[in-house]
């Protein structure tokens, strides 16, 4: 499986937008990048994916660079409920696997008054 | 609540003992997967079915693992003569489709300690 690299704590004042970045260099061209948070004393939750072009949704939104060697995963006004760990996955997009997710040590992301 | 449930939520057990964990998926999603989480550590992969087939097993799944899911709905996960490095949390997911794009959901796990 593909590699990916992210940073292992942040911080964000509450109601300011969060960069959470995520290198993944060896990436091939039908890997999905996939984020999943978990927060405290929880299963993890689904947040977003894409492949190529950024992507919106109520949770946040992802920026994929043109060369898909990294992505970020904004969350536009973060909240104390947002303090969790974000976890950037690598899928492989072949319905024959068993689309398993590997995970990471993600990042954890502290949020503060 | 129609999410994935696990019973019991939390196993406290002696080292030897055999122990049995359930999970209930998301009623009509076809794939349930067991994953298991270290202090500190994301979760790891460790089985998955589809309906009642377990397609795929990780290697970090010993002979005295075995997970079930007979009639392709709830699953059970047994693990046999519990060691102290068993201890852990043990996280069961389901999902409707396959492919990149099945979303995952997750239980709320079962957190395991063996004495």
């Known amino acids: 499986d593909a590699k990916t690299t992210q940073p292992n704590s942040m911080e964000s004042n509450e109601e300011e937008p969060v960069h959470l970045p995520c290198n993944h260099s060896t990436i091939s061209g039908t890997d999905y990048i996939h984020w999943y948070r978990q927060l405290p004393s929880q299963g993890p939750e689904y947040v977003i994916h894409g492949l190529t072009s950024n992507v919106n949704n109520r949770m946040a939104s992802l920026a994929i660079a043109e060369d898909r060697k990294s992505s970020t995963l904004i969350l536009h006004r973060a909240t104390l409920r947002d303090a969790a760990v974000y976890y950037c996955?690598?899928?492989?997009?072949?319905?024959?696997?068993?689309?398993?997710?590997?995970f990471g040590t993600g990042t954890r992301l502290q949020v503060t008054l | 609540d129609t999410g994935v449930s696990q019973d019991p939520r939390h196993k406290i057990t002696k080292r030897g003992q055999n122990v049995t964990f359930r999970c209930d998926p998301i009623s009509e999603h076809n794939r349930l997967y067991w994953y298991r989480q270290t202090l500190g550590q994301g979760p790891e992969f460790l089985t998955y079915f589809q309906n009642e087939a377990q397609l795929e097993k990780s290697r970090l799944l010993s002979d005295r693992f075995s997970a079930e899911r007979p009639k392709g709905s709830f699953s059970t996960l047994e693990i046999q003569r519990t060691e102290q490095g068993d201890s852990a949390m043990y996280l069961c997911?389901?999902?409707?489709?396959?492919?990149?794009?099945?979303?995952?959901?997750f239980g709320p796990g079962t957190r395991l300690t063996v004495l």
């Open positions: 996955i690598l899928r492989v997009s072949n319905t024959g696997t068993a689309s398993k997710l590997t």
């Open positions: 997911a389901s999902s409707l489709t396959s492919g990149a794009g099945g979303e995952q959901f």
